[in-house]
């Protein structure tokens, strides 16, 4: 199933296949690269870079300026994954003329193919204007790092019937809406499953267990770089973090002893030549 470039028909192909789609966030020039080579599906140039970049405490003060500039990077480094912008708060809720705007310029300024937008049935109404205007959409339901004040912190939704109904209602709403592929964040397993099969388009899992249609995680969070905190759902892959401090431990210790750099880090002149400039 490898091609050239992702396209959303592709998304729903694997999903016809039971294969699973990949989905990693990223923020800059390199790490689209890597994720690009390694055949990730999807790039979401998530909100996320508020907190694991940026170093502010939630995705609350992200701005559409910031989203852009990383996502300009991301294209950049990209060939074949489909690319995701993430709507910052307020970039979608304001007005349907905002909406619209604000979701052109991922595409037309960003280099994105699609963008997402947190919410269910409430917003189905955005997602529609959005897609109408030729603009794939992605949803984004159960934990909505936006609304994490109102939700009482990050926590798991959809635990008991009445809230795990209004999440299947939501998927189905963003589908009719016409989302092409819903992010599921942390609900239940079998939650999880019961939307992935009641609904045509794809689902993408973060801490949504193992029946989604595939699975996204945070860059930082599978390469050990992100220290505040490590969330239940993360599978730390390696950790870069300490192999950094090491490194950057190791270059400090050698050019404090004078062993760094070495002849071969050297650019040489001629001593002769070294001579005539301190004469002159
Ligand atoms: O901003 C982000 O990284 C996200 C993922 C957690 C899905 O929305």
Same mark, same amino acid.
């Given at each position: 199933m490898d091609q050239e470039k992702v396209t959303i028909s592709y998304l729903m192909e694997k999903k016809r296949m039971g294969k699973k789609i990949t989905m990693v966030t990223a923020y800059d020039y390199p790490s689209a690269r890597l994720l690009d080579e390694a055949g990730i599906d999807v790039l979401l140039v998530g909100d996320s870079v508020g907190m694991?970049?940026?170093? %502010?405490?939630? /995705?609350? =003060?992200? /701005?559409m300026d910031e989203m852009i500039h990383h996502c300009k990077a991301v294209s950049r480094g990209t060939k074949r994954a489909f690319i995701i912008g993430d709507m910052p708060f307020l970039s979608y809720q304001v007005s349907i003329e905002k909406a619209i705007e604000n979701a052109g310029r991922f595409i037309?300024?960003?280099? $994105?193919d699609a963008v997402k937008l947190e919410g269910g049935s409430e917003v189905a109404h955005i997602v529609k204007a959005i897609t109408d205007m030729g603009i794939p959409v992605c949803g984004h339901i159960g934990l909505t790092p936006q609304r994490a004040t109102m939700l009482s912190g990050y926590r798991v939704q959809g635990k008991d019937i009445e809230t795990a109904k209004a999440l299947i209602r939501s998927a189905k709403d963003l589908e009719k809406a016409g989302a092409f592929m819903i992010v599921m964040e942390c609900i239940p397993d079998l939650l999880a499953k019961i939307i992935t099969e009641e609904v045509q388009v794809p689902t993408v899992g973060i801490g949504a267990g =193992? %029946? $989604?249609d595939g699975q996204v995680l945070v860059y930082h969070d599978i390469l050990g770089l992100f220290e505040r905190f490590v969330p239940?759902?993360?599978?730390? %892959?390696?950790?870069?973090s300490s192999q950094i401090k090491e490194a950057v431990s190791k270059f400090k210790e050698e050019v404090e002893s004078g062993d760094f750099p070495k002849d071969e880090h050297s650019f040489h002149m001629d001593p002769e030549e070294a001579k005539k400039l301190i004469e002159d």
């Open positions: 694991v970049v940026l170093g %502010y405490d939630s /995705t609350i =003060p992200v /701005t037309k300024k960003g280099g $994105c =193992p %029946y $989604c239940k759902f993360v599978k730390q %892959y390696i950790n870069l």
